[in-house]
Structures are given as C-alpha cells and as structure tokens.
C-alpha cells in the first residue's frame, strides 16, 4: 500500500473516521448557522462557503476521502434552494454552493 500524500503543515494523518467527523462538523457549525442567519448578504456566505470548500478539500487531501453519504446527503438538501433558477441569489452565490456540493463529493446533477 502507497502512503498518500499528507500537507507537511498537518500534525499527523487524519483517519477516515476523524475525517468524517470534521465533515459534520462544518455541516453542523459552520453551514447550518450561515443557512439559518437570515441577514447575511451574498458576499458573506460567499465567504462561508469559501471556508467550507478550503476545509472539506483539506480534509479530503489528508483523509483520501470524500463525506459520507449521509453528510452528502444532508449538504445537498440544504444547499438545493440556492440552485434553483428561480431563487433570489446571484450568480456567484450559486457557483459557491456548487462549488460546496462537489468539495463533500456529491453532484448537483447539473454539474457541466
């Protein structure tokens, strides 16, 4: 077996379990609270989205695995309004959110 590669920065190597334990964690405590916080404008999710993507790509390089499919499951039953053609959110916003979708490791089903 080949020793994947690990960020030099990280103090040891995330396990698969760790791994999915962070998963949740930035489900529970970092996209469930920017969802539920009614006045942030588009340019501060944007920034929330961007630190869940830079977190779940970090936990994917130092794990070797994608979210479960539960925590797949859940990203995309909160995140599929901000897909909708017809929702109030720009353009950015939206690539954001896919961009969320695809660093836990589902599809959106209109990915291009």
């Not at 698969?16 to 609270?33: G, I, T, W």
């Not at 009614?38 to 790509?57: F, H, Q």
């Not at 897909?83 to 961009?99: F, I, M, Q």
């Amino acid at each position: 077996m080949s020793e994947r590669p690990r960020d030099p920065w990280a103090g040891e190597a995330m396990s698969r379990s760790e791994a999915q334990r962070r998963y949740n964690n930035l489900v529970m405590y970092q996209l469930r609270p920017m969802l539920s916080n009614r006045s942030m404008n588009d340019d501060a999710r944007i920034g929330v989205l961007k630190r869940i993507v830079r977190e779940a790509s970090r936990f994917k390089y130092e794990s070797g695995s994608v979210a479960g499919g539960g925590t797949r499951e859940e990203i995309m039953d909160l995140l599929t309004p901000y897909l909708k053609p017809e929702s109030p959110w720009g353009e950015e916003l939206r690539d954001w959110v896919k961009r969320t979708v695809r660093a836990f490791g589902a599809t959106t089903g209109s990915d291009d």
